[in-house]
């Protein structure tokens, strides 16, 4: 099952590392889904089942299909696809008990889930799905396309919920109600927003389980921040996670450039996937390239003159959040762009000498506010690294990608598969063998042209 027809792409000098790379996603696979990781997170995480699928697909067409089919199942009947599918297992907080989003009307009836979402990465995993199948040919290339066929409404509904929703006066940039959603939880983009949200009394009290598997609780967020997260987790529930009551109620509401940046390229790579397969109408594809132009022109209408770099927008307060964060290059992952490219490169980000590999940090590493060890105050996430190279890639970037994955294998070749990287001593941290990090290593090691 995991390696079909010698499909798998892997150069002789890494087959230590690309087996050890599959063998992280079988070991956390539960059946239908993979889980993020094997203790920390035993469930399936949205935009983790993603990129868990772009490396899955190295290994098997219809295991890769599986993983998706299994998250669109949990999609709510309003298009968001939610950033949690619960599994069986336990051991995690929040788990659905504390969401109780079974009491919200567009949430599916058979399957547990959260009640937020998180950035829109998927149509790159099905793009990948289908140039894998193309690959491998025959039955692989026909249950990739017929997976298209088939899922290309859903998909179109989950972007179409993310530029209504999450963008209701249509500036382009999507809008989140939880650092959760934004996929990078406790970046210094939302200091400022989270500050202003302060639990109420009654939140109901926790026992955080995060903090009992990692090496040392520095490594995730503070029981301050947690405190919040849960606050407005509670707000949610309380309108039962109703799209127009929760804008009034919820006490963070940020628009948010990276997840905007990715809602642009993921629309693009839809509306290219439904003409090429006859999937959805002109008038689908039409609107997806609408969706990309829009949310391309949000990404850029919020570039700092003075620093160059995209800001995040807090809605509530109306002010621009200044922070030197990798989303900062939001719109160098929607496009081509000169000036953001030199900045990336720069002794201010991957050019910055103490780096242990020239790889894009969370936060800038002349920002004397980096945590070189903090989640996502600091440390290098080889995702963040992928979705970096896999848009120069796209943009005929040659050369940039290859930095980037050759940077990124050298990172990886202890064979850790870590959530995330110490910057400047290449450590990993966080959770060991964390399945999108080990699938994004199996992409890198399957593309050609490597140097
Ligand atoms: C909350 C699973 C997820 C990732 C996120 C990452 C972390 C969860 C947590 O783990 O978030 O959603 O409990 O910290 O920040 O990006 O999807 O890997």
Known sequence: MWREGGAVLVPVSDVGLGDRAAEVLRRNDLGSMTAAA????????SWDSALIAVGLAQLSVPRAVTELRTLLRAQWSTGMIPHIVFSEGDGYFPGPERWGTQAAAAAPGSVRTSGICQPPVH????????????RAGGAAREEAEAFVRDTFGAWLAWHRWLATARDPDRRGLV????????GMDNSPRWDRPYAAVVPGAE?????RTDVDHVGDAGERPTDAEYGRYLWLVEQLRRVDYDDDA????????????????????ASDELAVL?????????????????????????????????????RDLDRRSGEWIETETVAGFAPLLCGP????????????????????????????????GLQPRAYWRGPVWPIVSWLFGWA??????????????????????????????????????????????AAVTLDWLAQPGRR
């Open 392 to 437: 120069f890639e796209r943009q005929g970037d040659h050369d940039g990608a290859g930095r980037l994955r050759e940077a990124s294998l050298r990172q990886l070749a202890a064979g850790d598969f870590g959530e995330y990287y110490e910057p400047f001593t290449g450590e990993p941290l966080g959770s060991l063998h964390q399945s999108w990090t």
């Open 38 to 45: 094997p203790r920390l997170y035993p469930h399936m995480w």
């Open 337 to 368: 762009d000169e000036r953001q490219r030199e900045l990336f490169w720069g002794e201010r980000w991957c050019g910055h000498p103490a780096l242990a590999h020239p790889l894009p940090p969370t936060v800038s590493p002349s920002d004397p």
């Open 175 to 182: 809008e989140i109600y939880h650092g959760w959603e934004s």
């Open 123 to 134: 149509a790159v995993a099905v793009r990948r799905i289908v140039d894998a199948g193309r």
């Open 274 to 310: 439904g003409e090429e397969l006859g999937a959805g109408t002109a008038g689908d594809v039409a609107e997806l390239r609408e969706l990309a132009a829009r949310f391309r022109a949000g990404v850029l209408s919020t570039v700092s003159p003075s620093t160059g770099l995209a």
């Open 246 to 265: 929760a804008r009034d109620v919820v006490g963070f509401r940020v628009a948010d450039v990276f997840t905007s940046a990715i809602l642009a390229v």
């Open 203 to 207: 939140l109901p009290s926790f026992v």
